[in-house]
């Protein structure tokens, strides 16, 4: 069964740092690029950062530019979310996404983990 397990979230102060991992099982990690979005109450579902399959090509939004930095390690079917200088308006809950392109279009989604900036 596919499964995208998302951790790292929680509450932390302005300025700060967080790490979110999603643990991805189930499907061929390699061959799908990893995608992270984030919802806060009342707004639609943004696309945060991007890192494709194979040449792990990285593409963010321009609200987190110079802040946050996604990553992957395919040996541990992982995609990563460094999020450092964490503002207010960071708050939302962060979904793991992956998607594929070829042979097929699959997309999957992980349950969520919560993100709060607050002090």
């Known amino acids: 069964q596919v499964q995208l397990v998302e951790s790292g979230g929680g509450l932390v102060q302005p300025g700060g740092s967080l790490r979110l991992s999603c643990a991805a099982s189930?499907?061929?990690?390699?061959?799908?690029?990893m995608r992270w979005y984030r919802q806060a109450p009342g707004k639609e579902r943004e696309l945060v950062a991007v890192i494709t399959a194979y040449t792990a090509s990285t593409t963010y939004t321009d609200s987190i530019k110079g802040r946050f930095t996604i990553s992957r390690d395919n040996a541990k079917n992982t995609v990563y979310l460094q999020m450092n200088s964490l503002k207010p308006e960071d708050t939302a809950v962060y979904y793991c996404?992956?998607?594929?392109?070829?042979?097929?279009?699959?997309?999957?989604w992980g349950q969520g983990t919560q993100v709060t900036v607050s002090s």
């Open positions: 996404n992956a998607r594929s392109r070829v042979p097929r279009e699959y997309n999957y």
């Open positions: 189930g499907f061929t990690f390699g061959r799908y690029d």
